[in-house]
């Protein structure tokens, strides 16, 4: 099969690790890519937004599967132009794929179908939304309906400062279009899981759990980021856990949907809360977390592609015994440019990345990485590497990640020291 991949961050340098790895994929292609990517794909210079070139570029090289790694381009449609274009691809339809593009959408269909998620509002008007704010009471938590590069979430202590947000919102001067209408929800407080599901429109198939670092500082301080590093699976989930995520979260969402006429297929990410051993669900995404896809792949012990296929061709049912895992967990820690997530330095020099990929079961997943004129690896991201470690236990998995990262020599970038502690105290 010829292959292509669109993205450029770690997810997708993980995604093209696995897939180079099935006997069915003969020639992958990237788009864009990054230098990691280029050194087991043939990277080409296509920006994952670009829909119409994306298309063009899978038509004229005869590929026949695409996978599409982050969710703009599939809330832009890509995967239904392909699928136009007779060519399988793996991912929700732009329609489907609003159960992330618009938290409004996606709190409206849960709702429906009786799922159990924060009590909500959709606004438009600062006179609503106020006084929304004032019959529900603080903390309370203020979103933007569309995309906004995982920075639309604004948790508010008190009723001032959420009435602020909306604002900022509704006025389109902190989040542009994005914001210009709001969902405001009830804060719900527990710990925090993610959970992976591939769906082919009807059949799920149950993957894994992980567990994100969203702050930049040690002690989960500091800023939100896109994450940090994040481990697989999360530690404290449960086989009751996971049976009530997939029959009273994930299972009528898939139903629902396809009684909307909108199946949906791809990868479905729930971001849940859990309290007493219940999982509430706080959003959706369209595809896989990043950094928790780099620990996915290297857990999963079957081939990616069959698993991939069997979406597109509606065949989930028949595979879904049959995936296999490897026993080992993963946990992966994140390197990242001085600054992030404000603003960061860019072009400089990474060395050492073979010496740390050197150790048995670590794998060195880049993001913001390219190379200069001198062949060197440079950072041109704020999220630029994802040193990923597979171990018996997360005590050992942390301890390989660590060694890994120390051997890498980049002075201008900086990581978390605590990645796992959940996990390991
Ligand atoms: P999102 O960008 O939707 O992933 O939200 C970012 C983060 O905000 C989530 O990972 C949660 O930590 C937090 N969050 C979102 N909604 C709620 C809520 N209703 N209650 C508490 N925390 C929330
Ligand atoms: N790491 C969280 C995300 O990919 O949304």
């Known amino acids: 099969m010829r292959i292509l991949l669109v993205g450029s961050g770690g997810r997708e340098h993980a995604l093209a690790w696995k897939l180079i790895q099935s006997p069915k994929c003969d020639k992958l292609f990237c788009a864009p890519g990054n230098a990691g990517i280029s050194q087991i794909a043939e990277c080409v210079d296509i920006p994952s937004e670009d829909i ?22 599939l809330v832009l449609g890509l995967a239904d132009r392909m699928r136009a274009a007779g060519i399988k691809a793996f991912g929700p339809s732009g329609k489907a794929a609003e159960l992330e593009g618009s938290k409004g959408f996606m709190k409206d269909i849960v709702s429906k179908y009786n799922i159990s998620t924060a009590k909500y509002g959709r606004f438009t008007d600062i006179n609503e939304a106020t006084k929304f704010i004032k019959n529900t009471g603080v903390p309370i938590v203020v ?23 909306a604002s900022n919102m509704l006025s389109g001067s902190s989040f542009g279009e994005a914001g210009k209408e709001i969902v405001i929800e009830e804060f719900l407080d527990g710990e925090e899981i993610s959970y992976f599901t591939i769906s082919d429109g009807k059949t799920i198939l149950p993957l894994t759990s992980a567990q994100d670092h969203k702050r930049v500082g040690e002690g989960d301080t500091g800023p939100n980021t896109g994450g940090m590093g994040a481990y697989s699976p999360a530690h404290f989930i449960t086989p009751q856990l996971e049976k009530q995520i997939i029959n009273e ?34 959003e959706f995404n369209v595809r896989f977390g990043d950094p928790e896809c780099q620990e996915i792949m290297m857990r999963l012990d079957s081939d990616l592609v069959d698993i991939l296929e069997a979406s597109t061709d509606e065949k989930l049912d028949k595979i879904a015994q049959t995936v296999k895992w490897k026993d080992e967990v993963a946990l992966c820690v994140v390197m990242a ?48 590497l994802g040193v ?20 890498i020599k980049w002075d201008e970038g900086f990581y978390r020291r605590d990645i796992g502690w959940r996990a390991i105290s």
């Open 52 to 73: 119409e070139s994306l298309t063009q570029f899978a038509k004229n090289e005869g590929i026949d599967l695409v996978v599409i790694g982050p969710e703009a381009p």
């Open 143 to 165: 979103k933007t309906d569309g995309l906004a590069a995982g920075k639309g979430v604004i948790i508010c202590e008190t009723e001032q400062e959420a009435i602020k947000a």
């Open 337 to 384: 440019a001085n600054g992030y997530p404000g603003s960061y330095v860019k072009n400089t020099p990474i060395y050492n990345i073979e010496e740390a990929e050197k150790i048995d079961n670590v794998c060195v997943f880049h993001a913001g990485t390219a190379y200069n004129d001198n062949k060197e690896i440079i950072s041109i991201g704020g999220r630029v």
């Open 388 to 407: 990923t470690a597979l171990g018996k236990d997360f005590a050992q998995a942390k301890e390989k990640a660590y060694d890994a990262v120390k051997k």
């Open 249 to 282: 979260i994930i299972q009528p969402t898939i139903d629902g949907m396809a009684k909307e006429g909108i199946p949906y297929t791809g990868v479905l990410f729930a971001g849940l809360m859990v309290k007493n051993n219940k999982a509430k669900l706080l």
